[in-house]
């Protein structure tokens, strides 16, 4: 069982930035391959980011590639959303993942946590 909890959501303007944080507890942090997914109003949740267990390797959603940068820190059982030019179609509530592979966590993850709402204004 590992336990999510995301923060670093608000309020920014459109080319503003934000970090989103994903705490976990529970089971061996580093045994789980750890994603970021969106949902905005009236639209079916999506994948944003996944990175590996090392985080030898990270994946991103064509919407937000080159834009944000997913990572972790096994250390501090963390993972991180680096969100920067933020345009007003990134608003949505954004959750933490959690699976023991990269094909279950960018599909239908294992573990979520309870989200985090960003909205950028234009």
């Known amino acids: 069982q590992v336990q999510l909890v995301e923060s670093g959501g608000g309020l920014v303007q459109a080319g503003g930035s934000l970090r989103l944080s994903c705490a976990a507890s529970?089971?061996?942090?580093?045994?789980?391959?750890m994603g970021w997914f969106r949902q905005a109003p009236g639209k079916e949740r999506e994948f944003v980011a996944a990175?590996?267990?090392?985080?030898?390797?990270?994946y991103y959603a064509d919407s937000v590639k080159g834009r944000f940068t997913i990572s972790r820190d096994n250390a501090k059982n963390t993972v991180y959303l680096q969100m920067n030019s933020l345009k007003p179609v990134d608003t949505a509530v954004y959750y933490c993942a959690a699976a023991h592979t990269i094909v279950v966590v960018t599909t239908t993850p294992t573990y979520w946590g309870q989200g985090t709402q960003v909205t950028v204004s234009s």
């Open positions: 990175i590996t267990w090392r985080g030898g390797s990270t």
């Open positions: 529970g089971q061996t942090f580093s045994s789980y391959v």
